[in-house]
């Protein structure tokens, strides 16, 4: 089951300096409303994961809560000097 097109399935609680996720754009408490083709449901986690993965080097399309007002983002999964492509972290909300 998947939640209303626009609702936010998820959180960065964590995003570091210096990181692919950060040159990007994204921002402690912005709301995950889509990233690439994942936009909630079952598995969500995994599946960002994946999605991250195999669009290694390709611009993905983000689209993220950030105080009340939808923002569009493109982010970049690449290799950086920390752990994992985007060097961010997300909690289920």
Request: negative net charge.
């Amino acid at each position: 089951m998947h939640p209303p097109a626009g609702l936010p399935f998820a959180v960065f609680d964590e995003v570091q300096e210096g990181s692919p996720a950060k040159l990007d754009g994204i921002m402690i408490g912005d709301q995950l409303i889509k990233f690439g083709s994942v936009e909630g449901g079952d598995n969500v986690l995994i599946r960002l994961a994946a999605e991250g993965h195999m669009n290694e080097g390709k611009a993905v399309p983000v689209i993220v809560l950030r105080r009340g007002v939808q923002v569009q983002l493109t982010v970049t999964p690449r290799p950086w000097s920390g752990p994992g492509l985007l060097g961010c972290h997300v909690q289920q909300i």
